[in-house]
């Protein structure tokens, strides 16, 4: 049976390991929408979808933000040994990343 400890830590370790595959999609993502399949050059401004681009952007840096606040909460906990109450600064926000991550979705 796995601690607390560990099951966090190995968590935080999966959550890098498939944010790396999402960069790799991400990076996909970007070529499809900005560059031109027929010449392989840049899109002109007016056949990029910008809508999908600012989407797409966004839910990048939701996801960039939310593994950032989480590994500084784990180092702050499992390395330095600070425990935080509830409402500290980084577990609220990790709570609103999340929690904007569907409505995102929906829009898409």
């Excluded at 390991?17 to 050059?41: H, P």
């Excluded at 989480?70 to 609103?96: M, P």
Aim: charged residues 15%; positive net charge.
């Amino acid at each position: 049976m796995l601690t607390n400890a560990e099951g966090t830590l190995i968590g935080a370790f999966l959550e890098c390991m498939l944010y790396g595959a999402y960069i790799i999609t991400m990076i996909d993502a970007l070529q499809c929408l900005l560059r031109s399949s027929d010449s392989g050059g840049w899109k002109m401004p007016t056949g990029i979808r910008l809508t999908s681009l600012v989407v797409s952007l966004a839910l990048f840096l939701n996801c960039s933000s939310n593994l950032a606040f989480g590994l500084i909460a784990v180092v702050q906990q499992h390395i330095f040994n600070e425990i935080k109450r509830a409402s500290y600064w980084i577990n609220i926000a990790r709570v609103r990343s999340t929690l904007y991550t569907p409505f995102m979705d929906i829009r898409s």
